[in-house]
């Protein structure tokens, strides 16, 4: 058998878990069931980066079965071996555990999010089974894969919405900024997995150099290298991310296919704890305002706009600090690079798995955008956007529906801040140019 690579992106592609639906519905009913007989029905393969996920309903209630990669699974496996007896907490090092515990916190918190189920007659010590499946690499199947049965969330994720209100981004930055709260008061206990290395963490930005290669265009690459490079000059030299920046757990990928909707827009459930680590705080807030722009709202001409939203709803709860906000453009950068890079070397490792180009092309886009690679228009681009996020961040959004604020989750008024991106043709350009030069003059 091939050793494997010591990479962790690598080692990720190659433990992806393969098993067929049949395999994964065997495996729950054999670890979850009490009742052998019970109706397990696959709903949908759900799509997913590195692990297995089907929604699946049993006896008429709704779950998510995952299947977790064979990074994650190793992990907490080795943990469980070298368990010394019942005492042993050495499985609260593993990332998985950590899952398990963010759900219970949350949940008994207020915020709806996935509730693990507890396998029949286990004597694990975390909600988990563990099963032999394949893997996609063959010299490496099968493997030891945990899998878990989760109470599934009700709602649509934002991502599946074909049109949204402003206001849906902001009130997104409000649930990321309560659930950043409530992030904050999870016991000290179960951080130890938290302390991890995770190539997505936002701190380890300039390890991405290994994957630029993966990058085909010339420009392309050239635009996220000026990416890390202004993140080495203006955070790490300058040491102002770790003296500046409050630490603390996050979510890791507030995106717009981990949270869910009500009909009405509104957020009521958030998913996906695979990327939650300890690190800057601000890291949520960036990633999320990346993602913003790339929900169906940011793509018709107005990502800034929608960026401009989430951090509204977020300052809202949390205090945005004049010093993080205008490090915003970086981080958010530093994400997208993140993204598209990672983004194509796993699309080279796996060219079926068209999931991994889900954010690809507008990703590009947003960094062109924002970025780009002409330094005068980057310094143009940043002049603006700032003043964008202070306006973001200028206002409650209450203003003018006092009504609004006594009610469980007024809307964010968020008129003042839909402004279409520079690529769309403005037809009152000249109005308000005009406008503006007089205003100067008195």
């Known amino acids: 058998m091939e050793s494997l690579p010591n990479n962790d992106e690598e080692l990720r592609k190659l433990l992806t878990p393969k098993p067929t639906?049949?395999?994964v519905v065997a495996a729950i009913r054999q670890s979850f069931m009490a009742n052998a007989d019970a109706d397990i029905q696959v709903v949908k393969e759900?799509?997913?980066y590195d692990d297995k996920n089907l929604w699946i309903s049993?006896?008429?209630n709704h779950y998510l079965a995952k299947v977790h990669n064979g990074v994650e699974s190793r992990d907490l496996i080795q943990y469980i071996s070298m368990s010394s007896g019942k005492d042993d907490v050495s499985f609260r090092k593993s990332a998985i555990h950590l899952q398990n515990a963010i759900?219970?916190?949350l949940n008994q918190h207020g915020i709806t999010t996935n509730?693990?189920?507890?396998?029949?007659?286990s004597k694990l010590p975390t909600p988990v089974a563990i099963h032999s499946l394949p893997v996609v690499s063959k010299e490496h199947s099968p493997c030891q894969l945990v899998v878990r049965l989760l109470k599934w969330v009700p709602g649509r994720p934002m991502s599946s919405f074909s049109m949204l209100p402003i206001e849906a981004l902001a009130d997104a930055g409000r649930f990321l900024g309560k659930l950043s709260v409530c992030l904050s008061s999870l016991p000290s206990d179960e951080l130890e997995a938290a302390k991890r290395y995770h190539q997505w963490d936002g701190k380890n930005t300039l390890d991405l150099k290994d994957f630029i290669k993966y990058i085909k265009e010339d420009r392309k690459r050239s635009m996220v290298n000026s990416v890390l490079d202004a993140f080495k000059k203006d955070l790490i030299d300058t040491n102002i991310a770790e003296s500046s920046f409050s630490k603390g757990m996050i979510h890791g990928d507030f995106n717009d296919a981990n949270f869910v909707l009500d009909e009405d827009f509104g957020v009521t459930g958030v998913i996906d704890f695979g990327d939650s680590v300890e690190s800057w705080r601000i890291l949520d807030l960036s990633i999320a305002m990346a993602y913003a722009m790339l929900t169906p709202y940011g793509k018709q001409g107005r990502s800034l706009s929608a960026a401009a939203a989430l951090l509204r709803g977020y300052n809202s709860v949390c205090s945005v600090t004049v010093e993080e906000r205008h490090h915003l453009i970086l981080l958010i950068a530093c994400r997208l690079s993140c993204s598209v890079t990672l983004g194509a070397y796993s699309y080279q490792q796996n060219p079926g798995n068209e999931y991994l180009l889900l954010h690809a092309a507008p990703a590009w886009n947003a960094l062109d955008l924002i970025w780009g690679t002409d330094p005068d228009r980057r310094a143009?681009?940043?002049?603006a956007i700032n003043r964008l996020f202070d306006c973001a961040c200028s206002k409650t959004g209450f203003e003018d529906n006092k009504d609004e604020v006594s009610s469980t989750n007024p809307?964010?008024?968020c008129?003042?801040?839909t402004f279409p991106d520079p690529s769309l043709d403005d037809p009152l350009e000249s109005v308000r140019l005009k406008q503006n030069k007089r205003a100067k003059q008195k």
Do not use: F, Y
């Not at 509730?115 to 007659?121: F, G, T």
């Open 380 to 383: 143009d681009m940043k002049e």
């Open 21 to 23: 639906a049949k395999e």
């Open 103 to 105: 759900m219970m916190h």
């Open 115 to 121: 509730q693990p189920q507890e396998p029949v007659a």
């Open 411 to 413: 809307v964010i008024d």
């Open 46 to 48: 759900l799509e997913s």
């Open 415 to 417: 008129s003042d801040l």
């Open 58 to 60: 049993i006896a008429g």
